[in-house]
C-alpha cells in the first residue's frame, strides 16, 4: 500500500522560507512522477511543482508560474523521500500543501495522481 506523509509546514513570516517533506513508502518515489499541489481555503486545489524522472537517474522539475525562481523540488532516493524548498514566501502562497503521486509519465501538471498525502498547513503571514 502506497503512503505519502508530508511534513514540514508551519508559520512563516514573508519572505521566509520552509521546506516540506513528502516521504513515501509502498513506492519508491522515481518509479513515476511526485507532484506537490496546494488549496487556500474557498479555492480550488492548483499544480505547485512536479518531478519526473528522465534517463541516466536525473529528473526534471517543473513549476507553477506564481511559484517560478522562489521554490525548488528534488527527491532523495535513499530516503524514498521528495522536498519542496520555498523561499520568498507571500501571504498568498497560504495553503494546504499536498504531495501527490502518478503511475503516469509525462508533465506533471497533466496528470492524473493516484496516490495522496494528507496535507500540510503553510501559513505566510504579512
Known amino acids: 500500500q502506497v503512503q505519502l506523509v508530508e511534513s514540514g509546514g508551519g508559520l512563516v513570516q514573508a519572505g521566509g522560507s520552509l521546506t516540506l517533506s513528502c516521504a513515501a513508502s509502498?513506492?519508491?518515489?522515481?518509479?513515476?512522477?511526485m507532484a506537490w499541489f496546494r488549496q487556500a481555503p474557498g479555492k480550488e486545489r492548483e499544480f505547485v511543482a512536479g518531478?519526473?524522472?528522465?534517463?541516466?537517474?536525473?529528473?526534471?522539475?517543473y513549476f507553477a508560474d506564481s511559484v517560478k525562481g522562489r521554490f525548488t523540488a528534488s527527491p532523495d532516493s535513499a530516503k524514498n523521500t521528495a522536498y519542496l524548498r520555498m523561499n520568498s514566501l507571500k501571504p498568498e502562497d497560504t495553503a494546504v500543501y499536498y504531495c501527490a503521486a502518478s503511475q503516469e509519465i509525462g508533465v506533471p501538471a497533466r496528470l492524473r495522481y493516484d496516490y495522496w498525502g494528507q496535507g500540510t498547513q503553510v501559513t505566510v503571514s504579512s
Open positions: 518531478i519526473r524522472w528522465i534517463t541516466g537517474g536525473t529528473y526534471a522539475s
Open positions: 509502498g513506492r519508491t518515489i522515481s518509479s513515476g512522477v
